[in-house]
């Protein structure tokens, strides 16, 4: 029974590099790219009311509590990476963060944002969203379930 039991774990072992046991990927970090580590720290300090976690001048974390936002500079980047990214010209991309009340966080943020990208809005498919940009130019959105009629 133990000789089984062994064959048992190494077949569980052997076959977990395999593409069909593998988990999904799963996303934990998303970074921005910036030529302004300091103005984005700080706007996203006052934007979702914490504290970033910082690694010198280069690099800054925000902790989310389902994935953490990065900040990087562009200067590093190019030293690490050269020609992989280009700060301040994302047009593709949202980031997404799920809040509690989507008005209340519209009227806090009205001295912080200079640009709304529109004002709070029921989606058609079930959540109600804010959507602004970020000193770089991301689009970003704050959003949470629609309340039933």
Do not use: C, D, W
């Given at each position: 029974?133990?000789?089984?039991?062994?064959f048992a774990g190494l077949a569980a072992v052997a076959g977990a590099g395999s593409a069909q046991s593998q988990p999904a990927p799963i996303l934990r970090n998303t970074c921005l790219i910036t030529a302004g580590v300091g103005r984005l720290?700080?706007?996203?300090?006052?934007?979702?009311?914490?504290k970033a976690q910082r690694t010198g001048d280069d690099y800054a974390e925000f902790h989310t509590?389902?994935?953490?936002?990065a900040i990087f500079s562009a200067q590093a980047q190019e030293k690490y990476i050269?020609?992989?990214?280009?700060?301040?010209?994302?047009?593709s991309a949202i980031l997404?963060?799920?809040v509690a009340d989507v008005d209340r966080e519209y009227s806090r943020l009205q001295?912080?944002?200079k640009t709304w990208v529109r004002k709070p809005t029921t989606q058609p498919w079930?959540?109600?969203?804010?959507?602004?940009r970020d000193p770089d130019g991301n689009l970003v959105n704050f959003f949470m379930a629609a309340k039933a009629r």
């Open positions: 029974m133990k000789l089984l039991t062994l720290v700080n706007f996203y300090e006052s934007v979702l009311g914490i509590g389902g994935a953490v936002l050269p020609g992989s990214a280009h700060a301040g010209r994302n047009r997404e963060f799920q001295p912080l944002i079930g959540t109600r969203s804010v959507y602004f």
